[in-house]
């Protein structure tokens, strides 16, 4: 039988640009509401805009982070950025 190589290094770098990625995510409100409070606990909408509010629970988005990751999305989809080369 013939055996396959799969290139693993691309899935490797993909694999820790995902979890710093994550960990970015998961951590980046925390840290702009201890470094950019605009006053009375508000975090600043284009940095973090809540959407949902439950018991204790809140769902939010990043408009910033939001557009920077379409804009690499489309330079990925048309091939004018290719890091794994």
Do not use: C, N, Q, W
Not at 19 to 34: Q, S, W
Not at 53 to 58: A, S
Not at 68 to 74: C, F, G, R
Request: proline share 8%; glycine share 10%; net charge positive.
């Amino acid at each position: 039988m013939e055996e396959y190589s799969i290139p693993y290094e691309p899935l490797r770098y993909l694999g820790i640009l995902l979890v710093i990625l994550g960990l970015l995510l998961i951590l980046t409100p925390y840290i702009v509401e201890l470094i950019l409070k605009t006053g009375k606990g508000r975090i600043h909408p284009l940095i973090y805009y809540p959407i949902y509010r439950g018991d204790g629970f809140t769902l939010g988005i990043s408009p910033v982070v939001f557009i920077v990751l379409i804009l690499l999305y489309i330079l990925f989809a048309t091939g004018k950025f290719t890091p794994f080369r």
